[in-house]
């Protein structure tokens, strides 16, 4: 199968980029992701000192696994929430971006299959032990900006990525993306207001993102202070980046804002009720952290009552 059809075929299902990659084993990459969890910096997140061997070789996701696709999905919208309002990261802002992009990718494998009969694949979308950024620049399609997140040249970093590791093999793959186009910019590391950024690197237990969505102990106070108003995940250093300056807006209904659950103030979060949480989010990653997580993350100070 030529990389051309394949594309057109990924736009006309709605993805914005895809690129492939031949499958080969990610060692030096692993040796990476060894090194910050040895560091700690992978904080609370346990799952990321496991399935070592599985980020390394796609094959112990598909036998026999020869290509490895990866497509990026537009998810940048400009509109912004209302100022003093409880913050939520722009992924978030709409239907739950997992099984989004995962029906994409399955009705992209469908195609393959039709055309390549007998060929086997597996759909991921952050479901599994793969080293997303690694195989996105082996693919051709952006770099590691100093922010740790993807760039591509034309969409930025707001982008879903999504992979199909199949054994479906392609006449011609794409040239791996060389070198990174941060230069000497640093905005992102000076913009995070809790310095959790050093060039390429993130250290997870001062992160917004990890602990308005993952951490499961403590939110030490300090950081939710520094944090501002993000309740759940965080744009900041996102929002500094040069390459995310003039974006064109996705279009996708699925991932635009979920009506005035976006304008929801302090007081109508404090007050929430499950029952209510969980008719005004379904489907929404809010979910995933869940309402009483979501009301700690707004208590910026001790009340009189803690003490």
């Known amino acids: 199968m030529k990389l051309e059809v394949l594309k057109d075929i990924a736009q006309q299902i709605g993805f914005d980029a895809v690129g492939v990659a031949p499958a080969a084993l990610l060692s030096e990459d692993v040796e990476k992701v060894k090194k910050w969890v040895a560091e700690g910096k992978n904080a609370g997140m346990a799952y990321m000192e496991r399935n070592m061997e599985v980020r390394e070789d796609v094959n112990r996701l598909v036998e026999g696994a020869r290509s490895v696709i990866v497509t990026l999905t537009n998810y940048y919208n400009p509109w912004q929430q209302p100022p003093g309002i409880p913050k939520i990261a722009m992924y978030a802002r709409g239907k739950d971006y997992h099984q989004v992009v995962k029906d994409y990718l399955f009705a992209l494998l469908?195609?393959?299959?039709?055309?390549?009969?007998?060929?086997?694949?597996?759909?991921?979308?952050?479901?599994?032990?793969?080293?997303?950024?690694?195989?996105?620049?082996?693919?051709?399609?952006?770099?590691?900006?100093?922010?740790?997140?993807?760039?591509?040249?034309?969409?930025?970093?707001?982008?879903?990525?999504?992979?199909?590791?199949?054994?479906?093999?392609?006449?011609?793959?794409?040239?791996?993306?060389?070198?990174?186009?941060?230069g000497k910019c640093s905005r992102c590391i000076e913009a995070c207001p809790t310095g959790a950024l050093t060039a390429g690197n993130v250290d997870a237990k001062r992160c917004i993102s990890y602990h308005t969505i993952e951490n499961k102990e403590d939110y030490p106070m300090n950081l939710k202070q520094l944090a501002g108003d993000w309740i759940f995940g965080c744009d900041i250093c996102q929002v500094v980046c040069p390459w995310n300056m003039q974006l064109t807006a996705h279009c996708c209904p699925a991932f635009m804002p979920m009506g005035r659950n976006m304008e929801l103030n302090i007081d109508e979060w404090s007050n929430m009720t499950e029952q209510t949480f969980n008719v005004l989010f379904n489907g929404s990653p809010l979910k995933r952290a869940g309402l009483e997580h979501i009301k700690n993350n707004l208590k910026k100070s001790i009340l009189p009552d803690e003490i």
């Open 110 to 182: 469908k195609e393959i299959q039709v055309r390549m009969p007998g060929e086997e694949g597996r759909c991921f979308v952050d479901s599994a032990p793969i080293l997303e950024h690694a195989w996105a620049k082996r693919a051709g399609l952006g770099w590691q900006g100093k922010n740790t997140l993807l760039i591509h040249k034309g969409l930025g970093s707001f982008c879903f990525i999504g992979i199909i590791v199949t054994t479906a093999l392609f006449e011609t793959y794409d040239t791996p993306f060389a070198g990174s186009f941060c």
